[in-house]
């Protein structure tokens, strides 16, 4: 207790005893208030502010750019390897997102217009070699991107013919790089052939010597089958290696069109001459394949997607598959060069990667990591009708399919080497654009066909009539095109 309090207590005690003592009054009562103070220790809590540096850890969007790659492998499994190529590209190169896009080969030139028109061009456009003189010539195509991804990736290295394909007469550059593409050939009964003393259908008079001996040797109904269909493209596509092997060509050096010269006339004849030892028409390209698989025909025009169904059978119209004759792949030798009076020719078609103008510069880049690191991966999802233009591709190219070893080397040989000597109306270097533009409509208007079938079929044409109708025909498309 405080002193003061208990002094004070002491002092009121006594005064209170003296008082109660004497004889006074009632004493009057005083209470008085006393304030007490105490002193308490109170805890004070001080907020301090201190600064403290926290990193946190941001994920930086990368700006990427876009490359849009047009493809004419569409269906779904083909585009499923093209978007696994374009996935190994990407992860080597993050700032660039390739977009792979299917589209229809017969829709290559609307859906370019369509395109243009809304200023939203493709980076890249896998298309047919027949599109390319036309692009070009429209200034469609960035030439210069194209001679920069055959450089990087070694001129040397590709095939000199798809190089002579892809140039451009009007400046000497290349337009598009070539890529893959088929060859077509007489695939014929060696084995049959050497029975009967035959010689490989090489030249004009060893396919018309075939022509009349094979009907009735063996099980062979038929010698050959030939395109008669006067609505298929099928018969075009043999009547124009016929008619270079010939030195027929529609149009002459200075622009004259030529479809009324002997040479051509002499490629009308022999071709339709073949309809005496052919199956009976109107027939294209199902009917042949069937008649030669059914051990029917000694030989078959056709392009190198045939080499599995040679194996395997191809699938029948109706369901089902063809049930082959045994062996047939072994005995089966491949004519890819026919050699006529005045020339020789093979077939075939060419696909080309193109970069059209405006493309983004990293489209270069993809176009060479697809003719590279992914070149196999593309060859291999269909490697019969995938022949690589690059020489340095063809070993690992010949063992991408088990349905190869049914072949000989000297097949494989044939094959590969075949965009050599690989030739078409719409590659002659000198003609101009408008005249391969004209090369595109007599193949879209099936003239060919048309003509084969009334010659061979209906009769109402000779070589030397129809030769005359195809000049008038042509002229009229040419003057269309020059207007």
């Not at 993050?94 to 243009?116: C, F, K, N, Y």
Request: aromatic share 8%; proline share 5%.
């Amino acid at each position: 207790m405080n002193k003061r309090i208990s002094l004070l207590l002491v002092v009121l005690l006594t005064l209170s005893a003296v008082l109660s003592a004497c004889a006074t009054p009632t004493p009057e009562i005083i209470i008085e208030t006393v304030v007490v103070t105490k002193e308490v220790e109170v805890p004070v809590v001080e907020t301090v502010e201190v600064p403290v540096e926290v990193t946190v850890e941001v994920p930086v969007e990368i700006e990427k750019t876009v490359v849009e790659f047009w493809t004419t492998d569409n269906e779904e499994d083909r585009v499923n390897v093209y978007e696994a190529v374009a996935a190994g590209f990407m992860a080597e190169h993050p700032e660039i997102d390739v977009r792979i896009v299917p589209i229809e080969e017969s829709g290559v030139s609307q859906r370019m217009a369509t395109a243009l028109a809304a200023n939203r061009v493709p980076d890249i456009v896998r298309m047919g070699i027949e599109r390319v003189a036309a692009f070009s010539a429209d200034g469609l195509l960035d030439e210069d991107a194209a001679e920069a991804v055959i450089a990087a990736v070694g001129e040397d290295d590709f095939r000199a013919g798809p190089l002579v394909m892809v140039t451009d007469p009007a400046t000497g550059k290349y337009a598009a790089i070539p890529y893959d593409g088929w060859i077509q050939a007489i695939w014929y009964r060696e084995d049959v052939f050497a029975d009967a003393g035959l010689n490989a259908p090489l030249s004009w008079d060893d396919i018309n010597a075939a022509c009349d001996a094979l009907p009735g040797t063996g099980n062979l109904l038929y010698a050959i089958t030939i395109g008669s269909d006067p609505g298929q493209n099928y018969g075009h596509q043999i009547f124009e290696q016929v008619a270079i092997s010939n030195d027929a060509w529609p149009f002459d050096a200075e622009g004259n069109v030529t479809f009324d010269t002997p040479e051509m006339i002499a490629a009308l004849d022999f071709y339709a001459g073949l309809q005496r030892c052919a199956m009976p028409g109107p027939q294209y390209w199902r009917g042949a394949r069937e008649s030669y698989e059914l051990d029917q025909s000694g030989m078959l025009f056709y392009s190198t997607y045939i080499m599995d169904d040679l194996v395997d059978g191809s699938g029948m119209e109706g369901g089902g598959k063809v049930e082959l004759v045994e062996g047939l792949a072994g005995n089966t030798g491949f004519a890819s060069m026919m050699e006529g009076p005045n020339g020789a020719a093979s077939y075939g078609q060419l696909v080309t990667l193109a970069i059209p103008a405006g493309a983004k510069p990293e489209a270069q880049m993809v176009v060479e990591y697809f003719l590279t690191e992914g070149y196999q991966d593309v060859l291999a999802l269909a490697p019969f009708g995938k022949i690589p233009v690059l020489k340095s591709a063809v070993d690992d190219w010949k063992t991408s399919s088990d349905y190869f070893q049914n072949y000989s080397g000297d097949t494989m040989d044939q094959i590969a080497s075949g965009y050599e000597t690989m030739q078409r109306w719409l590659f002659r270097p000198d003609y101009d654009a408008t005249e391969r533009a004209v090369v595109g409509d007599i193949e879209g208007r099936l003239l060919i066909p048309t003509v084969v079938s009334n010659i061979a079929l209906e009769g109402t044409m000779t070589p030397e009539t129809a030769a005359a109708w195809l000049q008038e025909q042509v002229e009229a498309i040419l003057a269309e095109r020059r207007q």
